[in-house]
C-alpha cells in the first residue's frame, strides 16, 4: 500500500519561510518522479515543483520559481520543499505526489499517488 504523507504546513508571515516534507513507503521511490502541487478552495489543483528521479532535473512553475527550491534523499525515501520569501498568495493546501509514468510532469492527471495535504497560510 503506497502512502505519501506530508508535513510541515503552517501559519506564517509574508516574507518568511516553510519547508514542507513528504515521507513515502509502499513504492520503490527512486522510481518515481515526484512532485509538489497546491490547491485553494474552489480553483484546480495547480502545479508548483516537481523533481525528476535523480536530483539533476528539477521543475517550477513561474510563480514560485526562485524562491522555492524541491529536493529529495531516495535514501530516506522523502521529498522537501523549501519555500522561502512566502507570499500571501502561497496560501494553499499542498499535496505531494508521485509520478511513476513517463507522463507530463506538470500536470496532476499523470502522478498516480497524492498525499493527504498540508494547510499553508501566509498572512500579510
Known amino acids: 500500500q503506497v502512502q505519501l504523507v506530508e508535513s510541515g504546513g503552517g501559519l506564517v508571515q509574508a516574507g518568511e519561510s516553510l519547508r514542507l516534507s513528504c515521507a513515502a513507503s509502499?513504492?520503490?521511490?527512486?522510481?518515481?518522479?515526484m512532485g509538489w502541487f497546491r490547491q485553494v478552495p474552489e480553483k484546480e489543483r495547480e502545479f508548483v515543483a516537481a523533481i525528476a528521479w535523480t536530483s539533476y532535473s528539477t521543475y517550477y512553475s513561474d510563480s514560485v520559481k526562485g524562491r522555492f527550491t524541491i529536493s529529495r534523499d531516495n535514501a530516506k525515501k522523502s521529498v522537501y520543499l523549501q519555500m522561502n520569501s512566502l507570499k500571501p498568495e502561497d496560501t494553499a493546501v499542498y499535496y505531494c505526489?508521485?509520478?511513476?509514468?513517463?507522463?507530463?510532469?506538470?500536470?496532476?492527471?499523470?502522478?498516480?499517488?497524492w498525499g493527504q495535504g498540508t494547510q499553508v497560510t501566509v498572512s500579510s
Open positions: 509502499g513504492l520503490t521511490f527512486g522510481s518515481a518522479r
Open positions: 505526489a508521485a509520478n511513476l509514468g513517463w507522463g507530463i510532469i506538470y500536470s496532476p492527471s499523470e502522478y498516480n499517488y
